[in-house]
């Protein structure tokens, strides 16, 4: 636990050093879960959301992309659910007087069994070395079973009292458990209390005519409400998705662990508009669609789990996250839920506008199903970054911190450095640079020596660093140096281009 603590504090000690992730209003100490993107982190964010645009709206004939307005009418939030259900349930520790999310605390306590899983399986993995089976072990070994059945139980049950709204036995579950404040140690709880996330704010400069607002909780209802709008204008036919990346508003009530839960943050989400009945056919192929997208960045299969729900949200018929194993443990970083004609139709109710498509093939209306793939941005970036940043022992023994971003996403391609400041050598290393700006992000850097300005890059998840000396000036060759194998070698200014571009190809990273 220390080590993975360790681990994320240095995750977020580097997010700030080379200016990728800063606190809010840092120099007021800052605002709590609201967090600033910096220089480098401004571009590996945007570089991931268009890796994401790409792979949604160009990839695909039958998606579109659009951009809805954070403010919305309130009835929206009316229809959508989110005024009457969109809270979390609440306990208080009386000794700490710290506030947590009740299912947060049960979900915590099975963290805990998962991790002697884990225990039990790294050393039988240790006890038959090669021959290990992890999935055999998992699926016979008594104690692990046990474990996993304790943990199916404790949710299962907490889903249930969940959806009856049955708080009191949300309250006796973590009281039987023995769950203690992390804080006081106490376990003297109150009663678990619902608690509404959306931010209200005011339309109109008169305070007695204002109109009460809402800031947008999830950037859905933007497509569900302009649902006529483009299938018409775009002349859509069903199967066909929206998909829109944006700012989104929680009040988060347990807002810790950096960019993963915040107040303030962004989502891209593609709803996907089907005819009924075959919504279970494409939930499961958006499931398997999405789950590929994040492979092919290269973070490791086993980093990745899917979690099936057995809580339903008011509007879904089947609902599953893609966890990601982040520092403090895998936790969700995409839903892929199958939202059932809620939505649609809880706006026909609420407009009176009919929101339905016209099969010309059957000549009937009908109201769509839905598929909704909704993933956070910030997570994904706390995702991809903590798990590039890597602390590498040497051959000589030294060590080296590079941040081994996908070359596709990370913010500067190519670092450019003259050997020396002198005899030519800067001009010749800005003149690659005027070259390449057109096609790359690039950096120039002429301070301390090579071997510093390498590591320097490294930290900063430059893949390709380029160094211009004076046999540059004989045979317009430089030195290319890559940024993962710390391999070096000499090739024509006039290639560098086309490495850098093969390299970081689209098609090829999407495979
Ligand atoms: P959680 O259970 O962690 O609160 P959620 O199930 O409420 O998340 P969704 O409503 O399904 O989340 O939102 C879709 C995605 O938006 C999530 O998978 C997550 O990546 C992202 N997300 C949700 N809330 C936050 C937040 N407060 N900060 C950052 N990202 C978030």
Same mark, same amino acid.
Do not use: A
């Given at each position: 636990m220390a080590k993975q603590e360790d681990l994320f504090k240095k995750v977020i000690s580097h997010a700030k050093e080379y200016g990728y992730v800063f606190q809010s209003s840092e120099i007021y100490d800052g605002l709590s879960a609201v967090y600033d993107y910096a220089q480098n982190g401004v571009a590996l964010k945007k570089n991931i959301r268009n890796y994401w645009w790409k792979a949604m709206?160009?990839?695909?004939?039958?998606i579109v992309g659009i951009d809805t307005a954070i =403010?919305?009418?309130?009835t929206t939030w009316k229809a959508s659910g989110h005024v009457d259900a969109f809270s979390d349930p609440l306990i208080d520790?009386?000794?700490?007087?710290k506030r947590y999310r009740a299912d947060v605390l049960i979900e915590d306590y099975c963290a805990k069994i998962e991790k002697k899983i884990e225990k039990e399986v790294a050393k039988a993995a240790k006890r038959f070395?090669?021959? =290990?089976?992890k999935e055999e072990f998992i699926s016979t070994n008594g104690r692990v079973l046990g474990y996993q059945e304790k943990i199916n139980n404790i949710l299962s049950r907490m889903g249930k009292s969940l959806e009856k709204e049955d708080l009191a036995d949300v309250k006796a579950q973590i009281e039987e458990l023995g769950i203690a404040c992390p804080v006081s140690g106490s376990k003297n709880w109150t009663d678990v209390k619902q608690f509404n996330l959306m931010f209200g704010t005011k339309l109109g400069a008169d305070a007695a005519s204002a109109m009460d607002l809402y800031l947008r909780p999830e950037t859905a209802q933007g497509i569900f409400v302009n649902f006529a709008n483009v299938q018409k204008t775009g002349r859509m036919k069903i199967p066909f998705g929206i998909a829109q990346t944006g700012k989104a508003f929680r009040n988060e009530i347990v807002a810790r662990q950096f960019i993963f839960r915040m107040r303030e943050f962004e989502q891209m989400e593609m709803q996907f508009f089907v005819k009924p009945g075959t919504q279970t056919e494409w939930y499961e192929k958006w499931k398997e669609n999405r789950l590929k997208w994040h492979l092919s960045l290269g973070?490791?299969?086993?980093n990745y789990r899917f979690h099936d729900h057995e809580k339903l949200a008011h509007y879904a018929d089947a609902a599953s996250d893609i966890e990601f194993k982040f520092p403090f443990g895998f936790k969700e970083l995409e839903g892929i839920h199958s939202r059932t004609d809620f939505d649609l139709k809880a706006h026909e109710e609420h407009s009176g506008k009919k929101l339905r498509f016209f099969d010309?093939?059957?000549k009937t209306n009908y109201v769509p199903y839905v598929v909704e793939t909704s993933v956070g941005l910030d997570r994904l970036f706390l995702a991809i970054f903590s798990n590039s940043l890597v602390t590498e022992t040497l051959e000589d023994g030294s060590t080296r911190v590079v941040l081994k971003l996908p070359s596709i996403l990370a913010p500067t391609k190519v670092a450019v450095f003259p050997l020396l400041k002198k005899d030519g050598l800067p001009e010749i290393a800005h003149d690659i640079i005027n070259n390449l700006k057109f096609d790359f992000t690039t950096i120039y850097d002429e301070k301390d020596a090579v071997g510093r300005r390498y590591r320097r890059q490294d930290a900063n998840g430059t893949p390709f660093c380029i160094t211009v000396d004076h046999q540059t000036k004989e045979d317009n060759t430089v030195t290319i140096r890559y940024r993962d194998t710390m391999l070096q070698e000499r090739i024509a200014i006039n290639d560098i281009a086309t490495i850098v571009n093969k390299d970081i190809s689209f098609k090829k990273w999407i495979g």
């Open positions: 709206v160009q990839l695909h004939e039958n =403010f919305m009418h309130p520790n009386k000794d700490s007087k070395g090669d021959t =290990f089976n973070l490791g299969k086993d010309p093939e059957t």
